[in-house]
């Protein structure tokens, strides 16, 4: 995965509690068996009618968020379905930054595996970078290292990341290699608890 | 030795390494997979030439993109290529496969129960949010995203933090025609989505105990609704003797061995959690969601709520976008929302009991004209032994439909879609909008209330119904 240190990009403010992953990308999508091109579905029934012509009125379509990369969200983001397709759509589609009050667990865990940074700020924080990106173009500028979130209006929050993950995202390390450098431990484990089919 | 709790026993006889700051990497028991979430995970292995290191603790089965009219009738191309991966992958990597033609083939989470693979103290993981189901028997089980499927295929172990620990108590118990399902609706619209994030929960008290297996299932199969990572209960001796004779279970005097080793499992007394929430089960009614996730619901003798009730603005409007979606009325009684479908199924509710709980309120009377009701039992062997019963013919005289096993309308993947705008009364674990269908709307309900809804076209209180028969 892409590695992810220092990131700046606009602001798209989804004022919305419990987003849940049918939301992000509805099942009728996730029939496919590759992990790319899954942007085109991403908030599909929010992002286009009937017809499958755009919703002027869904914030996404909104000229000002066209190419936005920080998805600024309410509390709960990702509920529901385990499905990797949502961060798969959500990279796909261009975010690399989804910031909430909170999110549920398997989304955040699925967001970190392919390089997305989920950052968890407080409601108020949260409620004022909705509230500076309403109507208009605002930029974020994201440090992981410093675990930092700042913009150009004297914003300035910092997150908490566990250290293994921000390590995992700073080099863009592949999970299953550094697990493998402690295969003859699994075996051992495996061994001495005689883990049986 | 301080108490402990299942979760802590569980925790520390699987983990393989641990380090200071970092998560432990856990041994995984059981891994199940079904055709949607894996493929990817395949690839991944394939792409960088790595083995699935236990096939012997891999399980696969195909469900939620199959047809449940006709199991020989796939018209959906797609769909057709998912479950031919599948094959294709299991057949490559050596792994067990029920395929649609398989006499074990169902659900994930109602096959792995029934085969006996799911056992007490177990940690089972599978690419699908549901897995909390298994936790029923004191097993450690919950959903993983397909990075986490692929890394456990490649090292059958996955990087976790330990979660924190929650229970559940349910006092007394529950009145007589209030279900499994009744209680967990009950649990999710009292304390709330977010309640169990970030804990594993587990369920104690009298009502707990006095559950059936099946019942426990439904209850721990919507923790991943209180966004608990996981949900479950220590084993017991209703544990024991529901996997006694089970296929995948030990038997004979190696059965007393593990027994006994299960039954040590439980959790200790005085055993401490992170945090306690209680409720008492005495209290609950027959419950029926009206909004757009599970926690809005009511008793089916309440009305829908005004969004001027709540408190804060974004409620209010989450409130009234619920309402909007559903269609419905502030202050209409629940028991006068008519219904277009009926879907009995689903691994929250499509087991055997579940079907005779149905069964009993049809039986002899006829589905209400205008609305659609259709049976997917949850697996084969369970369509089998409710075929052996007599069920199917129950369900049909009454004018419902008795289908082949799969996920179906739970999440509409296949031909088994609510239409836009029409309301559906459903056994499933989710609400969501657009998740029978877009455009459908879902009320969540027990199996006797979904077949009390059928019979009346509109939601009913079933003790009504189970009094006439007493
Ligand atoms: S029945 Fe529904 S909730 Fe259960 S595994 Fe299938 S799709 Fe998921």
Known sequence: ?197 | MAPKTIIDKIWEQHKVHGEEGKPDLIYIDLHLIHEVTSPQAFEGLRLNGRKVRRPDLTYATMDHNVPTADKNKINDKIAHKQMATLEKNCQEFGIELADIHHPDQGIVHVIGPELGLTQPGKTIVCGDSHTSTHGAFGALAFGIGTSEVEHVLATQTLWQSKPKTMEVKVNGKLAPGVAAKDLILAVIEKFGIGVGTGYVMEYTGEAIRSLSMEERMTVCNMSIEAGAKAGLISPDDVTISYLKGRRHVPSGEAFDQVAARWQSLASDEGASYDKTIEIDASEIEPQVTWGTNPSMGSSINGNVPYPDQFESQSERESIQRALDYMGLEPGTPINEIEVDYVFIGSCTNSRLSDLRAAAEIVKGKTVHSGVTAIVVPGSQTVKLLAEQEGLNTIFINAGFEWRESGCSMCLAMNEDIVPPGKRCASTSNRNFEGRQGNGSRTHLVSPAMAAGAAIEGKFTDVRNFQAALA
């Open chain 1, 1 to 197: 995965m892409e590695p992810i240190k220092q990131f700046s990009g606009t602001v798209c403010p989804l004022d919305r509690s419990n987003v849940d992953t049918d939301q992000i990308i509805p099942k009728q999508f996730l029939k496919r068996i590759e992990r790319t091109g899954f942007g085109q579905f991403l908030f599909y029934h929010w992002r286009l009618d009937e017809e499958g012509k755009e919703n002027e009125a869904f914030v996404l379509n909104k000229k000002q968020y066209k190419d936005a990369s920080i998805l600024v969200a309410g509390n709960n983001f990702g509920c529901g379905s385990s499905r990797e397709h949502a961060p798969w759509a959500l990279l796909d589609y261009g975010f690399r930054v989804v910031i909430a009050p909170s999110f549920a667990d398997i989304f955040y865990n699925n967001c970190l595996k392919n390089g997305i940074l989920p950052i968890s700020l407080s409601e108020e924080q949260v409620g004022e970078l909705l509230h500076t990106a309403e109507g208009k173009q605002t930029e974020l500028f994201v440090d992981l290292e410093q675990q930092k979130v700042t913009n150009n209006n004297g914003f300035s929050a910092e997150f908490q990341i566990d250290p293994y993950w921000k390590q995992m995202l700073l080099n863009g390390w592949d999970e299953i290699s550094l697990t493998l450098t402690l295969d003859e431990q699994i075996t051992k484990f495996e061994k001495s608890a005689m883990v049986k089919g």
